[in-house]
């Protein structure tokens, strides 16, 4: 220990706890890690076993669906025909499946921590340094704990994605629901409604467009961490970028890159479609109608 | 029994608010305490009666708002009690806070409230939707608070397409369909243009008529106040200073803040004939002749006479020189002989509505109740006195403070000339 006044021995620590974890709490990592590959394994199935073009239509008319225009589906096909022709479709198919099951996991976490933190300053203020070192924390440094925890493969890049999109999903919910004028939330107190009716009657509907872009948002970080969960051995885009680093295979790397940048512009339009419309501007179409 | 009840309430904010309680009740003052918290509300006690419109009165951060919050338990006072009712909001669970706020308080905002993604009707319906009411008598009732109100056939609407003036009408109906018997109003017409503002005010008067709601209404408006309002509370810097009728208050102010409040008032909006008026100098009983009745003026030192029946309903006004040709003539009856040349303002009546009269006439102005009897009379000297800038108005009220050319002594058994 050179020159140092004094030296905190917080590496030692932390690879203690980590130690500690794995031979005291190894049986429900194996379970949580189990529970995920399985829930991958089977929406890779979902969306890689089918012919591509079938899988293609699909998610082209889920575009539809999200925006009534022709732009975005028409975009999608385009897109979804360049991914096949590269041949990373069965790459991008499996990173897609990474990326919506990281982001589900990560939604249903933020959300209800959202919520509460929204509801109680203590609870807001706890969580923000929370989230500012889960999300400024290099990805490696709680990759490796996680390769530990769960073996190499796809649970511990899917872990590390989880850690690291989670941050603007807690703090997007949490800020629309503290945007939502307080007026109006009193006057759901003023007229005897319970806590659980004002959320679920005032303050999710009135958030719900700030919350979306949270979720919009989780989906974009996921996806951004394909490289880093290829690192760790998971299949997909990732891996095909990882592995035309190494190799110096700048065809490769163009290629699985482009797929990956395809994907981010589908996920983003789609989500963000589905999220821009506030409640009131519903309530105004279903009134029109 | 009351309607509403706060007892030495007090409500401050910050890091010891029962340490700066403790200290406001031993006589420290509000900035002594500062370190402690901030006292929004100090010894808050008043009554409300069931039926009264309770008007509370002050500037922004005076604590008014806090104070309308505590009395539906939106705001928990630190001290003190708020009784609703026979309920004591101190000693209640949340669930009873709750029904009583379903049943028995309904509020309506300053800036509305209204739920931005709900149509008007289902706005309106709102709060029976919380009593589990079922969606068609909730729909039927919502209904007939929006009539009310004066918006059916917005019932479809989004709140986003309706002017500010027609949605804190539904904000009115949508507290008026909750059907409770105390009514909060929250700076409710303040965010509103001044003429839709007084189209608001007397929209509530007409409604408080016939639904004699029990009303607590927070302002920083005084002319509203006055004009809303059956009694007043001004508050000042947390304190309630003074609690009386308007006028109370314009004659008779608790201190120098009040004064100069009042100061900038429109009086003759805010004073009714009945508070300045004074008592008639001559007055003559049909049955008399014209003798009597120049003994009468005789003594008054007045030119003229008001004529009135043995239940003193006005029959009109005397001239001595008609009296006087009349006399001359032989004839008796009095009756005959009055002129219109006055029209008579009602006790209740604004001084504003009493210039014209007053302008037709040197004659004073006779006041009549509400059937008809002559209860005093209003020389021009009066009403030009009421008005002066610099008067307080607590000479206002004094009878006999004029002495006008008719007025010059009381004649036997009239009523009272002066209410102060």
Redesign the interface.
Known sequence: MNDLMFRIPLGEWAADLIAWLTSTLGAVFDVIGDVLRAAYDGLTYVLAEPPFWVVGLVLAALALLARRSWQLPVGSVLGFAIIYGVDQWDNAMATLALVLVASAIAIAIAIPIGILAARNATVSAITRPILDFMQTMPAFVYLLPAVILFRVGVVPGMVATVIFALAPGVRLTELGIRQV?S??V??G??????PR?ILR??QL??ALPTIMAGVNQVIMLSLSMVVISGLVGAAGLGQDVVRSLQSVNIGLGVEAGLAVVILAMYLDRVTSAFGSR???E???AT?KA | MAALRAEGVYKVFGRRPAEAVRRLQAGESRDEVKNHGTAAVIDASFEVEAGETFVVMGLSGSGKSTLIRMLNGLQPPTAGRVVLGDADLSTVSAKEMRQIRQKRVSMVFQHFALLPHRTIIDNAAYPLALQDVDRTERRRRAGQALEMVGLGGWEDHLPSELSGGMRQRVGLARALAADTEVLLMDEAFSALDPLIRREMQEQLLELQETLGKTIVFITHDLNEAMHLGDRIAMMRDGRIVQIGTAEQILSDPANDYVAQFVADVDKTRVLTAGSVMVRPAAVVTSGAGPRVALHEMREAQASAAYLVDRDRTLRGVLRDEDVVAAQRAGTESLVELTRDEVTAVDVDAPLSDIFAPSAESPLPVPVVDARGRLVGVIPRVTLLEAMAPNDTGAAVALPGAASPEVVAAPSPGSTDGAAS
Do not use: K, M, N, Y
């Not at chain 1, 107190?189 to 319970?194: I, M, P, Y």
């Open positions: 004028d007026e109006v009193e006057a107190h003023a007229f005897g409604a319970t009716r009657q005032i509907p009135l506030s409640a009131v519903r309530a105004r009134t």
